[in-house]
Every structure is written in C-alpha cells, then in structure tokens.
C-alpha cells in the first residue's frame, strides 16, 4: 500500500504560478508512475500529467501542455506538479495518483485526497 499526501493548492489569480507536491509513503520499484488528475466543478475527473518514475519520461494532457511541468525527487519519493500562467478554467481539485504500467496500461492504484486549486479571473 502507498499513501499520498498531497499540498500547495491555494487561491490564485489567473497568469499567476502555483506549485503542487506529493510524497508517497514508499518507493516502488518496477513500473511504476505517478501523477495528476484534475476535477472541477460538476465535470468528471480527468488526466493532466504523469511521470515514469525510473525514466522521467512526462505525458501531458493538451489543456495544461505548454504550461504544466510535472518532475519528480526520487530521493523523497515526491512528485510536483508546476504550473504556469494560471487560467479560471484550470480551478478543480487536483488529486495525486501512482500505480503501475500493466500490459500496456497505466493503472492508477493509489489516489490521494487531493487539493483545492482555484484561479480567479
């Protein structure tokens, strides 16, 4: 089992930055991913961002690419998420997810309780 912790959500105005963090409880050995899902306000979840733990490699949903950067410190077991230039329409909660890639499929095994980022215009 692993559990995520995320933080850094917050109140912020559109074109502004805002960082989000999540520690995992564990390594994870094999492939293993972290990353992002979003859900506003009376829409279902969605993707925004995932990161290969062993390889780096980052896979962005279109609406955040250009803007979001995930990366991750493999020393703290943790993953961020950066986000820039801030729209009203990327206000949701965003919740941390990990799991591992099986036949070809990412599965998200484990969700955090996720963190409230609103963006005022």
């Known amino acids: 089992q692993v559990q995520l912790v995320e933080s850094g959500g917050g109140l912020v105005q559109a074109g502004d930055s805002l960082r989000l963090s999540c520690a995992a409880s564990?390594?994870?050995?094999?492939?293993?991913?972290m990353g992002w899902f979003r859900q506003a306000p009376g829409k279902e979840r969605e993707f925004a961002a995932r990161?290969?733990?062993?390889?780096?490699?980052?896979y962005y949903a279109d609406s955040v690419k250009g803007r979001f950067t995930i990366s991750r410190d493999i020393a703290k077991n943790t993953v961020f998420l950066q986000m820039n230039s801030l729209k009203p329409e990327d206000t949701a909660i965003y919740y941390c997810?990990?799991?591992?890639?099986?036949?070809?499929?990412?599965?998200?095994?484990?969700w955090g309780q996720g963190t409230q980022v609103t963006v005022s215009s």
């Open positions: 564990r390594r994870t050995l094999g492939n293993y991913f």
């Open positions: 997810t990990a799991g591992f890639l099986r036949n070809g499929k990412y599965d998200n095994d484990y």
């Open positions: 990161i290969v733990w062993s390889s780096g490699y980052t």
